[in-house]
């Protein structure tokens, strides 16, 4: 423990000794009994937040997420963050000005994409309050309030319109086209799994594809290859109407991309490509490539009611995402209600 500080001082012709913990607080003492006020210590210069926001965006974030994170984290900054809050100062945002944030969204607006914005402005507060800038987190304050709408579920394509689609793989004249719908409309598999697919991970004699990259495109344009969604190499069984559509059009080598050749698609190419099949198809719908994955796992568990079969097959972690987000019930409420009456009555004579 340090010494306290011991001084002798005449003051108004009287000695007096004065002590304290730091010669600076021994002179802060002496000149109170004077009669006098210390000097304030100069303001710290105060920052402003739309620098100091940019500088964790370039420094903790871009570096240490993949590409499509990070581009996500700057769309939030860019057209919601930094408008509201970029020409204050960070020790001077308040609680209103938070929550007038996120009460600035329209009224239509997914409670997601404020969760999206949260997330970042989170992050942005807790480097704040751990460099001593903000005395506490203003999201974690009770009254600060996030509301939105429910995000507008990804609708199943019927049967009748898938059955339209995968008769009509043959008839496409493109065989990078035929090969996607092959893959994609039989599979319950992201897109950006397909478009990861080699020809390497197609295993004929075991029936299964081997899922073990992803192609992306983060800035909607040039493709990144990565690792899937979970990390994890995980295997599908193949469709037999799958395989025989791969065979009409032939194996290329290994390392090939079995959409797209020697390298992945783009984001404008694939998008082309789903133009050109409905085209070619006479498919009076849009080829929505995130719908497949929706209605091959919908279907799944409507034809067999094996919740567990239709998780593997998803590849997911826990039964509950399965049902939450790609599930969607094909059935009518009075279905239901004919369901109750087959099983609580007797039938007649």
């Known amino acids: 423990m340090a010494k306290k500080i011991r001084r002798p001082y005449i003051i108004n012709g009287t000695q007096c000794w004065i002590s304290g913990n730091t010669e600076q607080e021994v002179l802060d003492n002496a000149i109170r009994l004077m009669g006098l006020t210390p000097a304030p210590a100069p303001a710290k210069p105060k920052k402003n937040f739309g620098q100091y926001a ?57 409670k997601t994409t404020k969760e999206k914005c949260k997330v970042v402005l989170n992050m942005i507060f807790e480097l704040a309050v751990e460099e001593g800038l903000m005395t506490r987190n203003l999201l974690k304050s009770s009254s600060f309030r996030l509301r939105g709408g429910a995000s507008k579920a990804t609708e199943p394509y019927t049967v009748e319109e898938m059955r339209c689609l995968v008769e009509g793989i043959g008839r496409l004249q493109n065989p990078t086209d035929r090969a996607y719908m092959a893959l994609h409309t039989l599979h319950p598999l992201r897109l950006e799994e397909v478009l990861g697919l080699r020809w ?97 796992l919908t279907d799944i568990y409507e034809q067999t009611g094996d919740i567990k079969l239709t998780q593997q097959a998803a590849g997911h972690a826990t039964p509950d995402i399965t049902m939450k987000h790609y599930v969607k019930g094909r059935k009518k409420t009075n279905d239901a209600a004919r369901v109750i009456d087959r099983i609580y009555t007797t039938p007649a004579g």
């Not at 069984?237 to 032939?250: D, F, Y």
Request: proline share 5%; net charge neutral.
């Open 200 to 296: 390497a991970d197609v295993d004929e004699e075991s029936m299964t594809l081997h899922i073990q990259r992803a192609v992306t495109h983060p800035n909607c344009n040039a493709p990144e290859v990565k690792e899937t969604k979970t990390s994890e190499c995980r295997e599908t069984a193949m469709s037999e109407v799958c395989l025989r559509h791969l065979k009409e059009i032939g194996r290329s080598a290994p390392g090939e991309y079995v959409v797209g050749g020697t390298r992945p698609l783009s984001y404008t190419q694939v998008r082309k490509m789903c133009e050109r099949i409905a085209n070619e198809l006479g498919f009076e719908g849009r080829i929505t490539p995130m719908r497949f994955r929706t209605t091959v």
């Open 54 to 110: 940019r500088n964790w965006y370039e420094k903790y974030s871009k570096p240490t997420v993949s590409t499509a994170t990070a581009t996500t984290y700057d769309r939030q900054l860019r057209l919601y963050i930094l408008p509201a809050l970029g020409d204050k100062a960070v020790e001077d945002i308040t609680l209103d000005d938070v929550q007038g944030l996120f009460n600035s969204f329209g009224s239509g607006t997914a």
